[in-house]
């Protein structure tokens, strides 16, 4: 018991470090970025006309506090933090967590919904793929797969968005649900939003699920080849419960490790893809922020990210100590 | 209960494996019997035993019949296969970590059986489960517990008690005492022959471990590269071994042999075609048609079986009734009364006497320098008559005490080795040459043109008697009588002549008279031991039991007399 919360407190410590050390990158970054905010907010497209006097731009600085030394900005920065306020937007001039507040969930929704398809697809296939190993069905699914897997998921949401909602019509061109649509029950709101999401979410899981085929097919291989394996089938116990119970149990531990740890990855498609479908999440408020140099909104998106990423691989621990008693004790 | 035949039984791993894993296996356990099965790593052991419980590879050829009670096992569907595992045939896997699933408990491991075939809910299952670790000495905690946090011993009683949840009519162990302490060894052994007389199920063991099978079983199988080799009673076989083989294994046993030192069997496995001997490139006995036949298995003694085509170790040398009285003005002396001995190929005989017991006589007129009174010698079916055996190839050779003092002291090295070869007048000069060469190589002498011109007499002892042996191994002996060899050297010399000439013993597959004094240095080397005492042989047998524990009183009080000795040097 010792043992294992002298464990568990190390892990904290390292978490709460590798917190710190994004804190830091993600104040500085930015900062070291070229270009200022105020040049672009005085940009209109096409044209070059400055609306700011230096004097002005002054009293901008001063106002959002980037006058001041840098060590004192990260320290409002961090105490800031600390009170769940991210600061406010230089370009919108709106409450950051607010703005993130309202976009998060639209991409939590298309992430974790393309996440579940593709890890389960891409599980199942897997495990059927590494039990009909070599044969017809192995083949054919394995080169599909890796196939899926090389292509960019901007080029696959372009190509869904030509053929599905382009040619075909299925699905909506942009957007995450009907622009100035009045619902008349929460059902239709709900159909209307999944219409919305589903090439998104399409697009994410497609590009995603060949990554989980592969490791669930490589663990399943490895698994099989085990005596244990053996050990059951020589139990008489059937074919269905030697596969789940003990090939299936053996080899998800590194599979499900992979789902939470591909949280980030996926993060960082949503941004290509809800910028391809011009989605309302947290991706596209990102684009929009680097194009402004909106250092306080960008910060407050990594962060959000960052976060986001921490808490899955910190969940991931979690799950794969339960998931194999060697790890576990 | 229920009785097992394996009949014509091939297992092949791929299409084009050079050889099949299992190669015409036919045999039955009755109900209640113990079979052992033993053979080197790579025998074929273990994949019976797969090829039994129906686990091997979906790409492995199968043919021939495996019947329970009469039902074919081979064709059946793993629907249908599922029925028989464990309920009727179970097995106690070779223990390792990887063969009990990690993730799940010992104890769920071994219900999800009970459940499956036993018709109990999961309480009743936990229940039997914890009564199976009762049975086998294991505490209930443990059925709580993962697979690596058990201790090798205890995951072996707990796969023991798994393979018996469903009282199964088989039980098959492989390897049953892999990798334990001797301690925790003993106790499987106990455990599993106490359970066995318990409930009555019968039992294959499979281990490469022959005193694990010799307690274990009643009847034993000998496999190599997949052939049954030998059949038998498994004491009879352990201590008197038909097959070479099977010889080899028990003498690379030290618990079969304990005095002895530990030989391995030489050569490599080389099979080139299905219809040879497969044993054909270690073996000391093959003859030319062991290359172009298979040899079955075949009865050629009542319970026992062979599968040689010479019909088992043969008897190089058998003298029978051989009697030899000198006569001297003090009166005559019965050097030699009524002497039997036989001597098998590749076999070493140990004849142990006090000096003037008429062991050199009885050695002498076994290669053919003394004409017994009555009696014959016969060598390879040939009876021996004056140098009949010496001057041919592959013949008799003998090694004195002092084998240079005989010969001219004007002779070279070179001479005095090729000699033999000489009066042969078989090979050209050159070739001549050349086998001297390589003779002293084999007795790790220099083989230079300087050393082949230096003079006999200017060696040591040491060395003059690896010329001798040098001069007895170019007529590639199948016999090798050694009078007192080691008696005039120095210990250590001594040893290194003894280990030489054991290991090329070992190495040349050829048989050893090995005639001494000294029952250490016998107990050392000997496979059989005879005891001569006044003329006449006093008894004879494996040297591990004559050389320890003899049974007639003559043997016994030479022991202690010869063993004081030995105790206080040569």
């Known amino acids: 018991m010792t043992r294992r919360s002298r464990d568990s407190r190390a892990q904290g410590g390292r978490y709460l470090l590798v917190l710190v050390v994004m804190l830091a990158i993600n104040f500085f970054l930015p900062r070291l970025m070229p270009g200022d905010p105020f040049l672009y907010l005085s940009v209109e497209d096409g044209t070059v006309s400055v609306v700011f006097s230096q004097q002005q731009i002054d009293h901008y600085k001063a106002y959002y506090g980037l006058d001041k030394p840098l060590h004192v900005q990260f320290g409002g920065y961090l105490l800031g933090l600390l009170r769940g306020d991210l600061g406010y937007s230089i370009y919108y001039n709106t409450s950051v967590t607010e703005m993130i507040f309202t976009r998060l969930p639209w991409t939590l929704f298309i992430v974790i919904s393309s996440l579940v398809v593709s890890s389960v697809v891409g599980t199942a296939l897997g495990a059927i793929s590494a039990w009909h190993r070599d044969g017809m069905l192995d083949r054919i699914l394995y080169a599909v797969m890796i196939v899926l897997s090389e292509i960019p998921s901007f080029l696959l949401g372009v190509l869904f968005l030509f053929i599905f909602a382009a040619q075909l019509k299925w699905f909506p061109l942009s957007g995450g649900r009907t622009v100035f649509a009045t619902y008349g029950s929460v059902g239709t709101a709900l159909g209307d939003i999944l219409h919305h999401a589903t090439l998104p979410v399409a697009t994410l899981a497609v590009s995603r699920v060949g990554g989980f085929y592969l490791l669930s097919r490589n663990s399943m291989l490895t698994v099989i080849t085990k005596d244990y394996i053996r050990t059951a089938r020589a139990k008489g116990i059937g074919r269905r419960a030697v596969i789940i119970r003990h090939a299936l149990k053996n080899a998800l531990p590194p599979v499900v490790a992979r789902i939470f740890m591909s949280l980030g990855g996926l993060f960082g498609g949503a941004v290509l893809v809800e910028n391809v479908f011009a989605y309302p999440g947290v991706g596209r408020l990102m684009r929009e922020a680097v194009g402004n140099r909106d250092y306080v909104l960008l910060q407050g998106i990594f962060l959000t990210i960052t976060v986001m990423v921490l808490l899955m691989n910190w969940l991931a621990d979690i799950v794969y100590r339960k998931l194999d008693p060697r790890v576990a004790r | ?570």
């Open chain 2, 1 to 570: 209960m229920a009785t097992l035949e394996l009949s014509h039984l091939f297992v092949r791993y791929r299409q084009d494996a050079a050889i099949n894993a299992v190669h015409d296996a036919n045999f039955s356990l009755s109900p209640g019997e113990s079979l052992g099965i033993v053979g080197e790593s790579g025998s074929g052991k273990s994949t019976l035993a797969m090829t039994v419980m129906g686990l091997l590879e979906a790409k492995t050829t199968v043919t021939g019949s495996i019947r329970l009670d009469g039902t074919e096992l081979t064709t059946m569907t793993e629907r249908q296969r599922d029925g028989y595992r464990w309920r009727r045939i179970a097995i106690a896997f070779q223990n390792s970590l990887d063969v009990l699933n990690p993730v799940m408990t010992v104890g769920a491991q071994i219900a999800e059986a009970i459940t499956r075939h036993m018709a109990l809910d999961r309480e009743s299952a936990d229940e039997r489960a914890r009564q199976l670790f009762n049975m086998v000495g294991l505490e209930a905690k443990w059925l709580q517990a993962y697979p690596h946090e058990l201790s090798g011993g205890m995951r072996q009683k707990a796969l023991i008690a798994m393979s018996l949840s469903c009282k199964p009519e088989i039980l098959i162990a492989d390897e049953p005492t892999m990798a334990l302490d001797s301690e925790s060894k003993a106790e499987i052994i106990d455990l599993l022959k106490r359970l066995q007389s318990e409930r009555g199920f019968s039992m294959i063991a499979i281990s490469h471990e022959l005193q694990v099978v010799s307690a274990l079983t009643s009847r034993i199988l000998v496999m190599y590269t997949g052939n049954v080799v030998e059949v038998g009673p498994t004491r009879a076989v352990l201590e008197d071994p038909l097959h070479p083989y099977t010889r080899g294994l028990t003498y690379a046993s030290p618990s079969i042999h304990p005095f002895r030192d530990m030989w391995g069997i030489p050569g490599e496995i080389v099979i080139t075609e299905e219809t040879q001997c497969p044993f054909y490139s270690r073996c000391t006995q093959r003859i030319p048609a062991c290359l172009h036949q298979h040899p079955a298995l075949e009865t050629i003694r009542p319970d026992r079986q062979v599968a040689c085509l010479r019909g088992g170790i043969v008897t190089l040398l058998t003298g029978v009734a051989l009697n030899k009285t000198y006569r001297t003005a003090g009166g005559a002396i019965r050097a030699c009364d009524q002497c039997d001995i036989a001597i098998r190929a590749g076999e070493v005989v140990a004849l142990i006497g006090q000096s003037g017991s008429g062991k050199t006589t009885l050695a002498q007129m076994l290669c053919g320098i003394t004409r017994p009174d009555t009696g014959t010698a016969v060598f390879d079916g040939r009876t021996i008559l004056g140098n009949s055996e010496t001057r041919r190839t592959g013949g008799v050779q003998m090694v004195f005490q002092d084998p240079l003092s005989a010969t001219n002291e004007a002779l070279s090295i070179e001479q005095i080795v090729r000699e033999p070869l000489d009066i042969l007048r078989s090979d050209t000069m050159a070739q001549r040459t050349a086998k001297v060469r390589s003779a002293l190589q084999q007795v790790q002498l220099p083989h230079d043109d300087l050393f082949l011109r230096r003079k006999g007499h200017t060696l040591s002892g040491g060395q003059r008697q690896r010329v001798a042996i040098a001069r007895a191994l170019v007529m590639e002996p199948r016999l090798m009588i050694a009078d007192e060899i080691s008696s005039m050297l120095d210990p250590s010399t001594a040893a290194n002549i003894l280990r030489l000439l054991k290991g090329l013993q070992n190495l040349l597959g050829f048989s050893m008279l090995y005639i001494t004094h000294d029952i250490a240095l016998a107990r050392k080397i000997a496979d059989t031991a005879y005891v001569m005492h006044k003329g006449r042989l006093v008894e004879h047998g494996p040297a591990s039991r004559v050389l320890t524990s003899p049974n007639s009183e003559e043997a016994k009080r030479l022991l202690r007399k010869l063993g004081l000795d030995s105790s206080y040097g040569r």
